[in-house]
């Protein structure tokens, strides 16, 4: 009888260990996956606005343009159907701007911001706002 007590005894404190370990496992592995979609948004959004700036160096300066290369990944708008950008850009979220112009310094400014994630981990879940992406370029074109 008393070793029945004991088996039992040892078999709770069994399952609230594993309860315990699969619950620090599970919030490690959805925080790894937290990082990894920050870190793939934010890097994705850096080549956007690098290959924009890019385009924007070798071609006659147009803003627009510029900035619809970082929407849509062309110079040209998207149709009616699809305003929507990449990652969920809006053109509010992109701007693009020259400086030194005409001079040796001459640079164009692509710069990201206000973009939005979510985060699944709990205690730190929801929308969040990424840092600002800003890329420089030297301005080379006509």
């Known amino acids: 009888m008393r ?7 040892n078999q709770g404190q069994a ?12 919030l490690l592995f959805v925080g790894a996956f937290d990082f990894g979609q920050v870190f793939f948004v934010h890097q994705s959004l850096v080549e956007r606005a690098r290959a924009a700036a890019r385009w924007g160096a070798v071609h006659p300066y147009h803003p627009e343009a510029i ?32 400086f030194d112009a005409g001079t040796e310094a001459d640079r ?19 929308q969040r706002t990424g840092q600002a992406v800003v890329v420089v370029m030297p301005y080379e074109g006509s």
């Open 67 to 98: 900035r619809n290369y970082v929407l849509y990944g062309r110079p040209l708008a998207a149709e009616p159907a699809r305003p929507v950008g990449f990652l969920g850009l809006t053109p509010a979220n992109v701007s693009v701007s020259r």
């Open 3 to 9: 070793c029945q007590i004991a088996r039992r005894a």
């Open 15 to 26: 399952l609230v260990e594993a309860a315990l370990v699969t619950l620090a496992f599970l």
């Open 108 to 126: 164009i400014v692509v710069r990201i911001e206000g973009y939005r994630f979510y985060f699944l981990t709990p205690l730190i879940a929801g």
